[in-house]
Every structure is written in structure tokens, then in C-alpha cells.
């Protein structure tokens, strides 16, 4: 094996290394996000779900401008200093940290003072104003678990991540859901849950990153602090952010401002569940996004463009059989939230399982636009995308209602990818796709397509049996795929090393037990 293919595979071990864990993570996290949001919208109804999801949108707004970018910037300057410099190493982490608390602080108290017009002037909603102040109290401590959850990565390690984000804060989020529902659910209670949940994500980042670098808190190391080029870089970054995932709060948003509460609690249900499909692209970008900091200094774009093209293989076989699923068996996961949200909630699901197809699909492109130093050009990519989104919402809301906003959706995510792709090619020369992939995905939603025509004339004759029929559709769609599919050398050397380690773990227990008796 020559020099160039050990080195392919060694990249390839280390991002499957580290994307292992963070799928698993992810997969627990959407788990029991997905339960507590079918407890939560099952026991309120759609007026009050649409309530809390209006009001977690607010909040994540109100999170974006008090980490002003410190989550990305810090990780970056986290992953540039662990080996080289302790001490801004060290400043990095504490100036990331206390600038994103005291603006979370401020921006608490702006948004609890300020929750009356917010809840009246804006929606007309009066019956929001107490949703807003109780998810003020949250900020500095959702801004602070997000910023902990970033620099963690910055080690080159998707562990404490996960533990904290994935593990730890959904779970005892659902935990103190349980509790308070007791007596009977209400929306003061789950409200009071989501609170508690982060104040203990904050304790179990503490605990982490003291395990990764203890001197971040003591006194031994003095801080080298880099204020202006660790801002310098967060702005931008923050800029981006916030314009890209106004796009992503518009959708809830505008339905509040434009329609109904219940539209509101109709579209959040569907939403949610198609946000399982990025799982593994994020599974990936958590080891990934390093990766292409440390890449792109070292002017080794050669690699770089191989790990792409790789990841978004691994990412494509992952997510078109979810997006499958999801599609077939819409009407199923909708009724799990009650009766009520099935007739208009399904089709919401499936025009956005389309959407989070696309956005999964092109793979690591924004990411790799923002680690290399394109988060400029990055922020006028978002900025034409959030008004071509707010024009759609506008024109398609008020003829639609939360369906025109799922179609809006789609199309905006589109158009967002598409530039995207084109500028990591346009600057670096490489994109995101191999002709495996492209046969993969045409092939996929072609049968995906024909399934959806036929159920569409003939699943009412299978009557209560027709579940019965998408699984056989489903079976038969993955036989297809792994027939159609050949494995890279790559993935065969990964399906062997995993394969080695796993009967070496094997023959190491059994002589353990040997010993033991």
C-alpha cells in the first residue's frame, strides 16, 4: 500500500473514528426529542404546541446574538492552539465562554422587558406573553451549553460533545418533563423542564472540559487572550448565522405572524421529524469541520476534496432509505401526535423530508466555505436566500397556510445548496458528488416516486393493511440499492478494520472469561 492510500485511509478512520460516537449520539438525541415533543404536543393540542414552538423559535434568535459566533470561532481557535500554545489556548476558551454569558445575560433581561410587545405587537397573540418572558430566564444558559458544546469539539473529539449535548441535556430534559407531569402536563411545566435541562448541561460542561484541559481553570497557566482576532473572525461567522437560520426560523415565524397559532402547532410537528435525516451529515461535520481547518492551513486540498466526496457518500446511502420512510409511512408518524394533526401535518412532512433531502445531500459544502475562510462570501449567499425565503412565505402563506410554508421551504434550500456547491467549486475546484453518488440518488427517487404513485391508486384497497405494504415498498426499495451499489476501497478497508477491531474485542473477552474460571 503506498504512502498516498495509508493516509486516505487514515483520514477515513478518523472521521468514521469520531462520527461513530456522534451518530449514535445524535440518533439518542433525536430519540428523545421526538418523545418529548409527541408528549408535549400530544397533552397541549396544536394551539399551545404552536405556542411553544413560536416561543423556542424566539429564543434561539435571542441565542444567536448573545453567542455572536463564539461557538464556531471558539472551536476553531480551540483546535489551532491545542497543540502548540497553552496559554491562548486557555484565553480562547475563557473569552469565548464570558463574552457569550454576560451577552446571554443581557439579552435575557432585553427579551423578558421586552416580551409584551413581542407577544401583542408582533403576533397579536396575547396569551404568548408569559411563553416569551419563562424562555427569557433560558438564554444565558442555552448560549452557554451551545458555546461549551463547540469548544469541546475544538479538542478533535466528538466524546464530551455528545455526552453533554446528546446525552445528557435531552435526556434529563424528558426526565423533568416526567416530573412536572405528575399533576398534568401544562406549558408552564414543560417550560420549566427545558430550563432545568440546561442548567445541567452547563455543570456537565464544566465537568468535561476540566477532564480535557483542567488548566482552563485553574491559575497555573496565565491567559493569552486574542480578543481582536477572535472576534474578528466570530462576526462574520455570527453575521452568517444568523442570516442562515433566519431562513430556518422565518418558516415558524411568519406562520405565527401571518397565521394562526394551530398552523403553528400543524407545521412544528411534521418539521421535526425530517430533521433526523442530517443526523449522519452532522454525525460527520462534528469531526470534519476541524479536519478542514487543519487541511486547508496545510495547503492539502488533494485530501481535503477526497474526505469530502467520501463523506457525502457515507451521508447519501444514510439518508435516502430515512427519507424513504419518512415519505411512505407520513400519515403513521403524524398519528402518533393525535388524530388532529394527521389530515394537514402529513403532507407537511413529506414536502420537507424532500427539503431535508436536498440540504443532506450536498454534503459538507457549507462547512467546508466556512473553515476554510470564506465566511463572507458566505454571508451574501445567506442573505439573497433569507429574501427569496420571506418573499415565499409571504406570497405562499396566506393561499397555503403551514403547507405554503413547507413549499417555501423547499425551494429556498435548493437554491441555498446549489450556490453553495457552486462556490466550493468555483474557489477550490472540487464538489461534493461522485457518479456513485449521482447514480445512487437518481436511482433512489425514482423508485421512491413510482411507490408514492402506486400507494397513491391502490394502498385503499389493502385497507387497515396497507402499513403492511409500504414495509414490503421499503424492503424492496433497500434490496434494489445495496444491488445497485458497489463498495469504494475505502469503505472496504473501513468494513475491515471495523471487522478486525470487533473480533479482536471478541477474543479478547473470551480469554478473559477463560482466565477467569
Not at 446574538?65 to 472551536?75: E, N, Q, R, T, Y
Not at 452557554?144 to 469541546?152: E, H, K, Y
Not at 476541524?290 to 466526496?309: C, G, T
Not at 433531502?357 to 451574501?380: A, D, F, P
Amino acid at each position: 500500500m503506498d504512502k498516498s492510500q495509508e493516509q486516505k485511509n487514515s483520514d477515513m478512520l478518523k472521521v468514521a473514528r469520531g462520527s461513530g460516537f456522534a451518530l449514535l449520539g445524535s440518533f439518542v438525541n433525536r430519540g428523545v426529542v421526538f418523545l418529548i415533543h409527541v408528549l408535549v404536543a400530544r397533552h397541549l393540542g396544536p394551539h399551545a404546541f404552536g405556542l411553544y414552538a413560536l416561543g423556542l423559535t424566539t429564543l434561539k434568535i435571542c441565542v444567536e446574538f448573545s453567542k455572536i459566533g463564539l461557538d464556531v470561532a471558539g472551536m476553531r481557535f480551540v483546535s489551532l492552539h491545542k497543540d502548540k500554545d497553552r496559554s491562548k489556548l486557555k484565553g480562547a476558551i475563557v473569552s469565548s465562554l464570558g463574552i457569550s454569558i454576560v451577552s446571554g445575560i443581557l439579552f435575557g433581561i432585553l427579551l423578558y422587558y421586552t416580551a409584551g410587545p413581542v407577544a401583542v405587537g408582533i403576533f397579536s397573540k396575547p396569551e404568548f406573553e408569559p411563553v416569551v418572558r419563562l424562555f427569557a430566564c433560558s438564554v444565558p444558559f442555552v448560549a452557554c451549553t451551545t458555546v461549551f458544546a463547540s469548544l469541546l469539539l475544538g479538542f478533535r473529539t466528538t466524546r464530551y460533545t455528545v455526552i453533554v449535548r446528546d446525552f445528557v441535556m435531552p435526556v434529563s430534559n424528558l426526565l423533568f418533563i416526567i416530573f412536572f407531569s405528575i399533576d398534568g402536563l401544562s406549558l408552564p411545566g414543560v417550560l420549566y423542564a427545558y430550563i432545568l435541562s440546561h442548567v445541567i448541561g452547563i455543570l456537565a460542561g464544566m465537568g468535561s472540559l476540566t477532564m480535557l484541559f483542567a488548566d482552563w481553570i485553574r491559575p497555573v497557566i496565565r491567559p493569552s487572550f486574542e480578543f481582536k482576532a477572535l472576534m474578528s473572525y466570530s462576526i462574520p461567522i455570527f453575521l452568517i448565522a444568523l442570516v442562515r437560520n433566519i431562513y430556518g426560523w422565518s418558516d415558524t415565524i411568519m406562520l405565527g405572524f401571518l397565521s394562526s397559532s394551530s398552523e403553528v402547532g400543524f407545521y412544528r410537528v411534521a418539521a421535526e421529524i425530517p430533521l433526523a435525516m442530517p443526523l449522519f451529515l452532522g454525525a460527520v461535520n462534528s469531526i470534519y469541520s476541524p479536519m478542514v481547518a487543519h487541511l486547508h492551513d496545510n495547503d492539502e486540498m488533494q485530501r481535503l476534496s477526497h474526505i469530502l466526496k467520501t463523506s457525502v457518500r457515507w451521508v447519501s446511502y444514510t439518508t435516502i432509505p430515512i427519507c424513504f420512510f419518512f415519505v411512505l409511512f407520513s400519515q403513521e408518524l403524524m398519528m402518533m401526535y393525535g388524530r388532529e394533526y394527521v389530515e394537514k401535518s402529513h403532507i407537511i412532512l413529506i414536502i420537507l423530508s424532500f427539503a431535508q433531502l436536498i440540504n443532506t445531500i450536498s454534503g459538507n459544502v457549507g462547512t467546508t466555505l466556512l473553515m476554510t475562510g470564506k465566511q463572507n462570501i458566505q454571508l451574501i449567499n445567506a442573505v439573497i436566500c433569507v429574501v427569496i425565503n420571506i418573499v415565499l412565505n409571504i406570497v405562499l402563506i396566506p393561499l397555503y397556510g403551514a403547507i405554503g410554508t413547507a413549499i417555501a421551504m423547499l425551494i429556498t434550500l435548493f437554491i441555498a445548496n446549489s450556490i453553495k456547491i457552486w462556490l466550493v467549486y468555483y474557489f477550490y475546484k472540487m464538489h461534493p458528488f461522485s457518479s456513485s453518488v449521482v447514480k445512487f440518488v437518481s436511482g433512489s427517487l425514482a423508485i421512491l416516486i413510482i411507490f408514492m404513485i402506486l400507494n397513491q391508486y391502490f394502498i385503499h384497497v389493502f385497507g387497515s393493511f396497507g402499513v403492511f405494504l409500504k414495509s414490503f415498498e421499503l424492503i424492496v426499495f433497500c434490496c434494489i440499492m445495496l444491488l445497485l451499489n458497489r463498495i469504494h476501497p475505502e469503505d472496504r478497508f473501513l468494513l475491515s478494520t471495523i471487522a478486525g477491531r470487533f473480533r479482536r474485542n471478541r477474543n479478547e473477552k473470551e480469554k478473559r472469561v477463560i482466565s477467569c474460571n
